[in-house]
C-alpha cells in the first residue's frame, strides 16, 4: 500500500529546520545516524532567521561575576519557579560551550575590545549575557548551522508539510506528508522522530511569528499520543509594531531597550517607573506588555494605540551600527527615522512557552522514538520566556534531542510503517476537495484569530475562557467541513485547510489551560485571580488526547534539589554584592 508513495528512510527524522531541527540533525549525524529534515519553507528560512537580539549564555565576556548559577535563577526567577528545573540547569550550564561551538564552526559574533563575543543586556538577565550580531543574530545562526549541516551530510526536504506521524503499536515509525508545491503524497519511514516545528503565533491575528507558525508539531504530537504541558503561557512581546496597520505586530527587538530604549506614555511619563521601578524598560517581557497594555486602556496610549519607545538620545551612528534591522524596518515600513525620535509600540503574540512534554536530558516525549526541542518543546521557560534564552534551548537542547534520537535509533528495528494510518491521512488531506457545500478555509481562520484575539489574550477571565471554549467548538465543527476550490498543485487554500486543525488543537489546549489555572503567574494574568497562588506553583498542567476529546490533568512539579535551592535562596545575597 504505501508503495502506492514516494517513500524516503532514515534513522532519524527531523521535522524542522529552525535552530532546533538543524542542531538536532548535526548532533545525529555525529552519533552516525542517518539523518533526514522535513520543512515547509526553504532551507535557512526558517523562523530562527527572524531572531533579533542574541544568545543567553553566561560566557561572563563583559560583566565578568556572571555565571550558569546567575543564569539558571534568572531564568527560574523569569520563569516564575514553573520551568523544569532540571532543563533550567542543563542550559544555563551548556549554553556557553554550544556558543562557542558555533563559533568554531564559522558564526561571526560582535566582540568586545579585546576580541571575545560581545555580550549585551537583556531583560530579567542580571548581566549582560546576550551574544549578538547586531540585531540579526538569528541569521547568522541558520546560517552557520546550515553550513555545518549540510558539510555534514543530511538529506533535506524543503517544502514539504507532515501531517501526521505515523506509529508501529505504541512507538513512533515514521511520518506522512506532501510536497507543498505539487501535492504530491511522501511517507518517510524513520527509527526515530525529532519534533522541531517551532510556536503557534498565527492563532492570534497581531503577532511577531511567521506564516509558518501554526502548531503543527504540537498538534502532531498531540494526535499520536503525546502529552502537551504549560499551554496556557503564551507569551505577548511588549514591544510590536502598532502603525500603520498592514505591519502591527512585527517584532521591534527587545536590544532596543536593552541599548537604552525608553517607554514613555502621551503625557511623556516613563511610565516603568510606577511598574518595576528597579529594573524598569528591563523588567521581564510579562511586566512590560501588560504595563503598556494598562497605560492604553487607561487613557494614556499614544495615537495609534501602544507606547512610545525611544533610542534617539544615542548617537544615530551607534543605533544604525546596533540596530541596524530596526532602522530599516522602521524607515522603510512606517517612514520614522529612529534615530530621530520615538518609534509606536505595542504587544503582539511572541512566543509559545508550553508544547510538548519532555524529559530533561534527552527531550524524549511521552511516546517511545519520539523526541521534540526548541519553540514546540516545554518546560525549560515555565510561565514566561527571558529574551535570549530561546536561541540557547535550541542549541542545547536540539543537540540533547539529536544525540537521543540517535541512541535510540541504534538500538532499534526497522519499525513497520501502518497502511491503514496512512490511508487515512491521504483520506484527510484529500477531503476538502471532494465538499460540495462549505467555507473557505481563510474566513474560519479570520474567526479563530478574533476569538482568540477578544478572549484568550493577554488578560483573562473566565467568563471570557468558557466563551472561547463555545467558539473553539464551533470553529472546529466548520473547519470539519470547509471546502478546497482547485488542484492540490500550489494551493495555499489547501494548505490553510491543514494549519487550521493545528490551530484549533493548541488554541483549545491554551483555552482550557488558561481556564483551569486559577491565578496569575507569568505570561498568564487572570483578571479574576490577581495574585500567585502557591499550589499552582507546584503543578503543570498536561493536556493528553483521550479518544476524540482532550484531557487535562495536573502533575506536580519534580522536587527540586537542595543544592538548587541554595541557589535560589542565595539570590538577595548576590544582588547586594553587585
Ligand atoms: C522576530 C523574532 C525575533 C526573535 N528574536 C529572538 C532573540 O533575539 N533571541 C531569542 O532567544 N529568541 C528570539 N526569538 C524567538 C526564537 O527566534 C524562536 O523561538 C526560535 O527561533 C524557534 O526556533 P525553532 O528551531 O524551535 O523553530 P523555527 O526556527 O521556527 O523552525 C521551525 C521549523 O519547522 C518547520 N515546520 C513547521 N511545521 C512543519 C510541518 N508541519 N512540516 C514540516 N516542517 C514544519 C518550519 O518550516 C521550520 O523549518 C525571536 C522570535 C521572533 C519572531
Known sequence: MTDRFETHEHDVLIIGAGGAGLRAAIEALAKGASVGVVCKSLLGKAHTVMAEGGIAAAMANVDTNDDWRTHFRDTMRGGKFLNNWRMAQLHAQESPDRVRELEQWGALFDRTQDGNILQRAFGGHTYKRLCHVGDRTGLEMIRTLQDRGVSLGFDVYMECAITRLLKDGDRISGAFGYWREQGRFVVFKAKSV???????????????????????????????GAELMDMEFVQFHPTGMVWPPGVQGILVTEAVRGEGGILTNKLGERFMQKYDPKRMELSTRDVVARSIYTEVREGRGTEHGGAYLDISHKPAEYVKKKLPSMYHQFKELADVDITKGPMEVGPTCHYMMGGIRVEAETAAATIPGLYAAGEAAAGLHGANRLGGNSLSDLLVFGRRAGAAAAEFAKKSAVPRVDDAAVQDAEREMVEPFERTGGESPYEVHRDLQRTMQSLVGIFRVEEDLKAALVELELLNARAARVRVEGSRMFNPGWHMAKDLKSMLRVSEAVTRSAL????????????????????????????????????????PVKEMPAELKQLLAEEEVTAAKT
Open 194 to 224: 525529532v519534533i522541531a516545528t517551532g510556536g503557534i503565533g498565527k492563532a492570534w491575528p497581531v503577532t511577531s511569528n511567521s506564516w509558518e507558525y501554526t502548531g503543527d508539531g504540537m498538534t502532531l504530537a498531540y494526535d499520536a
Open 516 to 555: 483551569v489555572r486559577k491565578e496569575s503567574r507569568g505570561a498568564h494574568s487572570r483578571i479574576d485571580y490577581p495574585n500567585y497562588d502557591p499550589a499552582w506553583e507546584k503543578q503543570n498542567n498536561v493536556i493528553k488526547r483521550e479518544g476524540d476529546a482532550m484531557s487535562l490533568r495536573q502533575t
